[in-house]
């Protein structure tokens, strides 16, 4: 019988590394409907990725199909910088990147991941201080987790998404927000 290891609950967002936002915000619409997008432009997280202190530079939208968030990414550096997404690009991988689960412990969800294979990590945190972890398995390098530290401004983000998704009557389909706009709201 396999050792069949305990998961991180239920997938709550599939996200999708594309080379350019605004183009594969226009598909999702076109091919399948789905809206409202709300584009985070200009994102800089603060990072740590293979012993590497960094800021990570990246567009991101989000749209819900039911409860399931759908993350487009599109990461704004050099190709030849190291970051989660590298390899991918190199590769001309436009895809799935990872999946995503919420996480009520942070540091104990990382630890269940390192036990269950996920060795290489990178650690991301927001303009409030809160942690999200990409973790690739040398199983299943092909696709990452992300472990999202849980807090109230995050589960308001998706309540309202599924909220707006759910009523949504096809007007005012993608709506861009400078997250430097974002950063100025929390030092006010």
Same mark, same amino acid.
């Given at each position: 019988?396999?050792?069949? /290891?305990?998961? $991180?609950?239920?997938?709550?967002? +599939?996200?999708?590394?594309?080379?350019?936002?605004?183009?594969?915000?226009?598909?999702?619409? +076109?091919?399948?409907?789905?809206?409202?997008?709300?584009?985070?432009?200009?994102?800089?997280?603060?990072?740590? $990725?293979?012993?590497? %202190? =960094?800021?990570?530079?990246?567009?991101?939208?989000?749209?819900?199909?039911?409860?399931?968030?759908?993350?487009? +990414?599109?990461?704004?550096?050099?190709?030849?910088?190291?970051?989660?997404?590298?390899? $991918? @690009?190199?590769?001309? /991988?436009?895809?799935?990147?990872?999946?995503?689960?919420?996480?009520?412990?942070?540091?104990?969800?990382?630890?269940?991941?390192? /036990?269950?294979? $996920?060795?290489?990590?990178?650690? =991301? /945190?927001?303009?409030?201080?809160?942690?999200?972890?990409?973790?690739? *398995?040398?199983?299943?390098?092909?696709?990452?987790?992300?472990?999202?530290? %849980?807090?109230?401004?995050?589960?308001?983000?998706?309540?309202?998404? @599924?909220?707006?998704?759910?009523?949504?009557?096809?007007?005012?389909?993608?709506?861009?927000?400078?997250?430097?706009?974002?950063?100025?709201? @929390? *030092?006010?």
């Amino acid at each position: 019988m396999k050792n069949i /290891r305990s998961g $991180f609950g239920e997938v709550i967002q +599939v996200a999708y590394l594309v080379e350019d936002i605004d183009v594969a915000m226009e598909q999702w619409l +076109v091919s399948f409907g789905l809206g409202p997008w709300t584009c985070f432009r200009n994102i800089e997280l603060a990072t740590k $990725f293979d012993g590497k %202190v =960094m800021t990570l530079h990246l567009h991101e939208a989000l749209a819900y199909m039911g409860q399931l968030q759908i993350q487009l +990414v599109q990461s704004l550096d050099s190709p030849e910088k190291n970051t989660p997404y590298r390899e $991918f @690009i190199e590769e001309g /991988r436009w895809g799935v990147h990872h999946l995503a689960f919420f996480s009520e412990d942070i540091d104990s969800d990382v630890e269940k991941a390192k /036990r269950q294979g $996920f060795g290489r990590l990178c650690e =991301m /945190r927001d303009l409030n201080g809160y942690s999200y972890y990409y973790c690739q *398995s040398t199983a299943m390098p092909d696709v990452w987790i992300e472990l999202l530290e %849980v807090y109230p401004v995050l589960k308001e983000i998706f309540v309202q998404g @599924i909220a707006e998704s759910a009523a949504w009557d096809g007007s005012n389909p993608i709506r861009n927000i400078q997250y430097a706009d974002i950063q100025a709201q @929390i *030092s006010s």
